[in-house]
Every structure is written in C-alpha cells, then in structure tokens.
C-alpha cells in the first residue's frame, strides 16, 4: 500500500514538472521571437467604378528569427497621406522561413473621395506619405502569439 502512494506522488509530482515545464516555455516566446516587420513595397491603384477603386498592395514581411514563422492572420489598416483609406484582412496561412522575408500580397477597397489630397500626389507619381498598422497573429514551434505593428515611410503608386 505504502508502494502503491509513492508512486502515485511520483507521478504526480511528474505531471506537475511537466505542466510548469510548459508554461515556462510558453512564457518564454515573448523573450525568445523577435517580432515579424511589415514594409510595402508597392501600391498598386485601378479604378473598378467611377467611385472605387482596388489598391494592390505588395507587402515584405521579415522574420528576424531563426526559425520559421507561419503568419495565420493579418488584420491591417492602411493610410496615405495621414488619412485611412481602408482595412482589410488575409485569412490564409503563409509561412515566412527563418531569417527572409517573403512576399505577400493584400487588397483594399477604397473610395475616390477617401483618397483625399492623395489623389493629385498619386496622378503626378510623387511620392507618398503611407503608414500600415494592424495585428498579426503568429504561430511558432514555441506556441502562437498576437502581435500588433505599425510601419510607416513613402512609397510612390503605381496606377493601372
């Protein structure tokens, strides 16, 4: 009998071990993945209707890590010119190799009148002003993490 109770608080203290064990490594994702970037790369702007028009927009994303980062969902808010012109988000699951950057493409609809000023900026091919923020949510051998992000520079749009 007396057998039979240490081996149960063997076990016991071996499921416990395991549990901490656990939770330390998930714990540990925040001191071991250095967040994935985000930078476009290009925008690419073709009116579908006299009021909208679809913004292709070719993302860069980065993964600093030394492990392969599988990107699950990407929630994103885009500007130009310090206005928003619209959010959209990418569902499908991408995987971003350890230490590259892989190209990713998203869309947006936006309306003449939110491109603003943008518009003229557009049309003359100068330069512009654009900032993208949102949410990533990220899975790793080490467990899944949300992350936000926001990246900002100028970009000069393409139109088609």
Do not use: W
């Amino acid at each position: 009998m007396k057998n039979l109770n240490t081996k149960k608080r063997i076990a016991n203290l071996g499921i416990l071990l395991l549990l901490t064990l656990s939770i330390c490594l998930v714990s540990c994702v925040n001191m071991i993945m250095e967040k994935p970037s985000f930078v476009i790369r290009e925008i690419i702007l073709s009116p579908s209707s006299f009021t909208e028009a679809n913004l292709l927009i070719g993302l860069d994303v980065q993964n600093p890590n030394r492990f392969d980062l599988t990107l699950k969902s990407f929630e994103y808010v885009i500007f130009l010119d310090n206005e928003e012109i619209g959010t959209g988000r990418l569902d499908k699951e991408i995987l971003v190799p350890s230490s590259s950057t892989t190209q990713v493409q998203v869309s947006v609809v936006a309306k003449f009148k939110d491109l603003g000023g943008s518009l003229k900026t557009i049309i003359t091919g100068h330069d512009l002003p654009y900032r993208i923020e949102g949410k990533a949510s990220v899975k790793t051998i080490f467990g899944s993490r949300d992350f936000p992000f926001s990246k900002d520079g100028r970009i000069n749009m393409k139109i088609f």
